[in-house]
């Protein structure tokens, strides 16, 4: 053999030394299956934060449109109680007004007017009541208007809380199968 090929003969001494390179390396899968153990369990602890605070959002979410419904509640009753007895009273006070100042004109005038004058009463407490009740009517339309626009903004605020968790959910199950490689 030449001199220059003499180091490419496969003797014993060069065997001995190759295998005794090759024993000296480590199991490079044990290493590689540690690292990804760990990148694992990091991934898993991540997500379990993410999911608790998707948890507790979703908990505020849920106890805002709570106290934002008993809100808007409290103020059609308010509106309700209030104002309505505001237009009662009124009424009240007009018709007790009117009824005594027609009491002390009855015991002047004679009996052909006290006819006129009872018939003016009739049609005064007609329109009175008509008037009361009007009032009353337009006081439950503004309630109920009021009750219908709280709804409403209750159910818009529900549904933007549904697309954030939908959102929410979207985003955490396609991080996992991006994680994982599942579809």
Same mark, same amino acid.
């Given at each position: 053999?030449?001199e *220059?090929?003499? @180091?490419?003969?496969?003797?014993?001494? $060069?065997?001995?030394?190759?295998?005794?390179?090759?024993g000296?390396?480590?199991?490079?899968?044990?290493?590689? /299956?540690?690292?990804h153990? +760990? %990148?694992?369990?990091?991934? #898993? *602890?991540?997500?379990?934060?993410?999911a608790?605070? $998707?948890e $507790? =959002?979703?908990?505020d &979410?849920? $106890?805002?449109?709570?106290?934002?419904?008993?809100?808007?509640?409290a103020?059609?009753?308010?509106?309700?109680? !209030?104002?309505?007895?505001?237009?009662?009273? @009124?009424a009240?006070?007009?018709a007790s007004?009117?009824? +005594?100042?027609?009491?002390? /004109? &009855?015991?002047? &005038?004679?009996?052909?007017? #006290?006819?006129?004058?009872d018939?003016? #009463?009739?049609?005064? %407490?007609?329109?009175i009541?008509?008037d009361?009740?009007?009032?009353?009517?337009?006081?439950? *339309? =503004?309630?109920?208007?009021?009750?219908? *626009?709280?709804?409403?903004? &209750?159910? @818009?605020?529900?549904?933007?809380?549904k697309?954030?968790? !939908?959102? %929410? %959910?979207?985003k955490? /199950?396609?991080?996992?199968?991006?994680?994982?490689?599942? #579809?």
């Amino acid at each position: 053999m030449s001199e *220059e090929h003499k @180091d490419l003969d496969p003797t014993a001494e $060069a065997k001995a030394t190759h295998a005794e390179t090759i024993g000296n390396l480590e199991d490079p899968t044990a290493e590689a /299956k540690a690292y990804h153990a +760990d %990148t694992l369990d990091t991934a #898993k *602890e991540k997500l379990s934060e993410m999911a608790d605070k $998707a948890e $507790a =959002k979703f908990g505020d &979410l849920k $106890a805002d449109a709570k106290e934002g419904f008993e809100k808007a509640k409290a103020k059609a009753t308010e509106f309700i109680n !209030e104002d309505a007895k505001e237009f009662m009273e @009124d009424a009240k006070e007009k018709a007790s007004k009117f009824v +005594d100042e027609a009491g002390e /004109k &009855l015991e002047d &005038l004679t009996e052909g007017a #006290k006819e006129t004058f009872d018939k003016a #009463k009739d049609k005064a %407490t007609e329109f009175i009541n008509e008037d009361a009740k009007e009032l009353l009517e337009e006081a439950k *339309e =503004k309630a109920s208007k009021f009750a219908d *626009e709280a709804g409403e903004k &209750l159910e @818009d605020f529900a549904e933007d809380a549904k697309e954030v968790i !939908e959102e %929410t %959910t979207k985003k955490t /199950k396609s991080f996992f199968q991006r994680l994982f490689g599942s #579809k």
